[in-house]
Every structure is written in structure tokens, then in C-alpha cells.
Nanobody, 120 residues
């Protein structure tokens, strides 16, 4: 099972920063480095939305709502994907999910999510 595991969530005040981390236990480097990765979030009463992604080739994209504040990155040596979130606002409060698509069959896997709460 290649379910991602997120960590790093918590509570922070407006203007603060949080870094989320995602990995898949026991994943081998070639699988990790060749996969596509993304962070989604879901706020209460809202649909899940894409926040940031890294394509298989390494290109990154960020949602307009967080552009300039959030950064996605990947560390192949640690086999981890990060979401650096700066200048947080209450509207960023949500459960953040790590997503990956890997392998020749493009199998998709979701993490269980980590809560980020931003207070004013």
C-alpha cells in the first residue's frame, strides 16, 4: 500500500508559517522521484481544492489563491514532499491532503490529511 502520510499540521496565528511534509513509508527512490505529487485542502462545508502540485517531470504549479505565499518542493534524498505555507490567513484553515500518482498504471493514493487552523 502506497498511502501517503502527512505531518506538520497544527494551529497558528494569522501571518504565521507552517510546513507540511508528506512521504510514503518504504517507497523506493525511483518510484518516489518519478511520481507526481500534490497538496489539496478541504475547508468545512467546501469542496476539496488543489493547492499545489509537482508534475512527474518536476514542473510545479500553485493555486492563485495561495500564490506568493505557498511553495511546494520535493526532496528526493529524504523522499519527502513539502508544502511551505507563509503569511497564513484564517481562510487557509482546512484539512490538507497529500496526493500522489505513481507507477506505470498511474495509481492514485491519498493521505488521511492533516489539520491546519489559522486564528485571527
Amino acid at each position: 500500500q502506497a498511502q501517503p502520510v502527512e505531518s506538520g499540521g497544527g494551529s497558528v496565528q494569522t501571518g504565521g508559517s507552517v510546513r507540511l511534509s508528506c512521504t510514503v513509508p518504504r517507497i523506493i527512490l525511483s518510484t518516489f522521484s518519478g511520481a507526481a505529487w500534490a497538496w489539496y485542502r478541504q475547508a468545512p462545508g467546501k469542496e476539496r481544492e488543489l493547492v499545489a502540485e509537482i508534475a512527474r517531470g518536476g514542473a510545479t504549479s500553485i493555486a492563485d489563491s495561495v500564490k506568493g505565499r505557498f511553495t511546494i518542493s520535493k526532496d528526493n534524498s529524504r523522499k519527502r514532499v513539502y508544502l511551505q505555507m507563509n503569511s497564513l490567513i484564517p481562510e487557509d484553515t482546512a484539512v490538507y491532503y497529500c496526493y500522489t500518482r505513481m507507477g506505470y498504471s498511474n495509481n492514485e493514493y491519498w493521505g488521511k490529511g492533516t489539520q491546519v487552523t489559522v486564528s485571527s
